[in-house]
C-alpha cells in the first residue's frame, strides 16, 4: 500500500538453501541462493520482478588460447603430425586461470505473470563455464574441472548465455519484459575483478540475438517498474 504516496517501492533479499545432488557420485549437498524481489506502484499502476544470484565457476579463453598454442608448438617440435595434434588437443582439457563468479538475473513482466526463480538459477547456472558445489568428493572435482576448461567463457560471455537462456525458456514473455543480467568474476591472476551487465526490456534483446542492431540506451529496472509514462 503507498500509504497516500505518489509512488512506491520495495525490494526484497534472501538466501534460501536448495539441496542437489553431486554430478557423479550423487551425494545430496545444499546450496544457498540469492533470491530477489522488488515492486513498484504508482496511481493506476503496479509492476513486480523476480531475480536471483548464484555462484559458478568460469575458465578463461583467452588464457587457455596461449596454453593450446604453446602446446601445439611442443607437440609440433617433438614430431607429432597436425592431424595428431588436434586428436591430443580436442581430448586433453587445456590449462587456463580460472574465476569463481557470481551472477545476478532479473525478470519482469508487465501482465504479472510468475517466472520461476529455480529456473533462473539453472539459467544463471549454465551461463557459467560450470556449475560449483559446497560439497564434492574426488570425482565431483574432476567432473567440474573438466567441464569448465571444456566451456571456457568471458563474463560477458556469461551475461549473455544468460539472455539466450531466457529468451530461449520463456518464449511467451512479451516483447516489453524486462531482463537484467549481471555477472563479476572475481579474478585470480590480476589485483582486480571483472563485471560484464546488460538490462533493457526483452524485445530488444530478441532482436539482438537476432542480428539486429543494438540499442543505444538501455532501460533501467527502476524506469521499467515505474511503467509507461
Not at 544470484?53 to 608448438?73: D, F, H, K
Not at 551472477?103 to 513482466?109: E, P, Y
Not at 542492431?213 to 533501467?220: D, F, M, Y
Amino acid at each position: 500500500e503507498r500509504q497516500g504516496a505518489l509512488r512506491g517501492m520495495a525490494t526484497i533479499r534472501a538466501r534460501y538453501p536448495v539441496e542437489k545432488r553431486t554430478p557423479v557420485t550423487d551425494v545430496a549437498t545444499q546450496e544457498m541462493y540469492g533470491l530477489i524481489g522488488t515492486a513498484a506502484a504508482r496511481p493506476g499502476s503496479s509492476r513486480r520482478a523476480v531475480g536471483v544470484s548464484a555462484q559458478g565457476m568460469n575458465a578463461c579463453p583467452c588464457a587457455q588460447g596461449l596454453v593450446r598454442e604453446q602446446a601445439e608448438a611442443a607437440l609440433a617440435a617433438d614430431g607429432f603430425t597436425s592431424d595428431e595434434i588436434d586428436r591430443i588437443v580436442a581430448r586433453v582439457p587445456i590449462a587456463t586461470h580460472n574465476q569463481r563468479a557470481r551472477g545476478t538475473l532479473i525478470v519482469g513482466s508487465p501482465d504479472g505473470r510468475d517466472v520461476p526463480a529455480d529456473a533462473l538459477i539453472e539459467i544463471v547456472e549454465d551461463g557459467m563455464s560450470s556449475e560449483i558445489y559446497e560439497l564434492l568428493k574426488r570425482p565431483d572435482e574432476l567432473y567440474v574441472v573438466d567441464k569448465a576448461h571444456r566451456r571456457p567463457r568471458f563474463v560477458e560471455d556469461s551475461v549473455r548465455e544468460m539472455i539466450a537462456g531466457v529468451i530461449a525458456r520463456f518464449p511467451e514473455l512479451p516483447d516489453d519484459a524486462f531482463i537484467s543480467a549481471h555477472q563479476e568474476n572475481y579474478e585470480t591472476i590480476h589485483t582486480h575483478d571483472v563485471e560484464a551487465e546488460r538490462h533493457g526490456v526483452l524485445g530488444e534483446m530478441r532482436a539482438e540475438v537476432a542480428g539486429g542492431a543494438h540499442a543505444h540506451r538501455h532501460l533501467t529496472l527502476p524506469e521499467w517498474l515505474d511503467g509507461p509514462t
